[in-house]
């Protein structure tokens, strides 16, 4: 469930666009008007403020924003006015083949995303920016990782909660273990296959199967037999068909521990997730944290950002 509200009576793009335009004229930038505009709007909407502010002012407003504002506020604005294909592409295309090659968010894009959203995103990824996926994914990483994300790209999955087969559940499962825990070194092949081959459901049902037969959770399997960027990306996919709002409760929950912030990763989860199931990544946080989402984002961020992210995911505090 989204986290996105919006105005209960359709609004009009072209009076949005105009101000927006009215919001960025004169010394300085009415940040509250543009945050309270673009922030309650879903991607069809913003879609067409985009095309009004075009067809209005001959400009692009991606550009006048990139102008208008500055640092983690312009980051995360310039991905939010995105749709969420294009937005997954620019987020993947950044971390391949930025200044800063950032494989850990690469990773999790590819791994927690549907064979669907995957389906879209590979057809973005060309349709944007000239290439496919795969070739910059082929030059910027390598050995099991690369493999593991070129099948998981390719392979096709079955989607949804249909339930699994326990038998072969427990086939893969008994796979599993003769490729890691039972040999000396490991079959990475067979992970690969496995991971990149079922579904979220037949997975989660392989773990269970693992853990009963083996007394011990698939998950720690994993990360003793694996590591780096490959034990990263087989745990996000094992973890994503688990629970995709725990998963991404845990990513916010690491990006905001400690001293320091992750920025990157916090505006990564929230503009990605605001429109899909941001609710239910809200409820696991204070499950699991005993904090709102919303209070640990306010105690981290200032300003604008701040006042962004909250209109994102929402100042409730139900779960108390």
Known sequence: MASLTVPPVPTWPRQDAIDLHRAFKGFGCDSTTVISILAHRDATQRALIQQEYRAVFNQDLARR???????????????????????????????????????????????????????????????????????????????????????????????????????????????????????????????????????????????????????????????????????????????????????FAKVLHKAMKGLGTSDSALIRVVVTRAEIDMQYIKAEYHRMYKRSLADAIHSETSGNYRTFLLSLVGRDRAYY
């Open 65 to 247: 924003i990139a102008s208008e504002l500055s640092g983690h506020h312009k980051r995360a604005m310039l991905l939010w006015i995105l749709d969420p294909p294009a937005r997954d592409a620019t987020i993947l295309k950044q971390a391949l083949t930025g200044d800063i090659t950032d494989l850990r968010a690469a990773t999790e894009i590819i791994c927690s995303r549907t064979p669907s959203q995957l389906h879209i995103l590979r057809q973005t990824y060309r349709a944007r920016f000239g290439c496919h996926v795969e070739h910059d994914v082929t030059e910027r990483t390598s050995g099991d990782h690369q493999r593991l994300l070129l099948a998981y790209l390719a392979v096709p999955r079955c989607e949804g909660a249909a339930a699994a087969d326990p038998a072969a559940a427990a086939l893969d499962a008994r796979d599993l273990y003769r490729a890691g825990e039972r040999r000396l070194g490991t079959d990475e092949r067979a992970f690969i296959r496995v991971f990149s081959e079922r579904g979220w459901a037949h997975l989660a049902a392989v773990a269970r199967a693992y853990r009963h037969m083996y007394d011990q959770p698939l998950e720690a399997a994993v990360k003793s037999e694996t590591s780096g960027s490959f034990g990263f990306g087989l745990l996000t996919i094992l973890r994503c068909a688990d629970s995709p709002a725990r998963y």
